[in-house]
């Protein structure tokens, strides 16, 4: 059983910028694909990035070159970092983990998933 506990949303003004993290425990952490998704009221939750066990990384096209995905295997912990920060990036963010090999943004991949942490931007 993997147990996934997101972290470090909050509320943030347009441009700015935070770290949000996702602490796991239960399974083999490190051969595991790692995503983060997000959800705004009425929309359906999208891929956002993932990084897969060789630290190959996908973007959703909204959020590249402002959004980086990384990992500390030793503390199985996974990150996103979300610089200059939009209204639109106003959502629940939710942390994920797949048996993929690839990674991917496909929210049917995934099989466990995280409470979420709110995001709000100004």
């Known amino acids: 059983h993997v147990q996934l506990v997101e972290s470090g949303g909050g509320s943030v003004q347009a441009g700015g910028s935070l770290r949000l993290s996702c602490a796991a425990s239960?399974?083999?952490?490190?051969?595991?694909?790692m995503g983060w998704f997000r959800q705004a009221p009425g929309q359906e939750r999208e891929g956002v990035a993932s990084i897969n066990s060789a630290g190959r990384t996908t973007f959703a096209d909204s959020v590249k070159g402002r959004f980086t995905i990384s990992k500390d295997n030793d503390k199985n912990t996974l990150f996103l970092q979300m610089n200059s920060l939009r209204q639109e990036d106003t959502a629940m963010y939710y942390c994920?983990?797949?048996?993929?090999?690839?990674?991917?943004?496909?929210?049917?991949?995934?099989?466990?998933w995280g409470q979420g942490t709110q995001v709000t931007v100004s």
């Open positions: 239960g399974r083999t952490y490190s051969n595991w694909c």
């Open positions: 994920a983990a797949s048996s993929s090999w690839y990674p991917t943004l496909v929210r049917l991949d995934y099989h466990h």
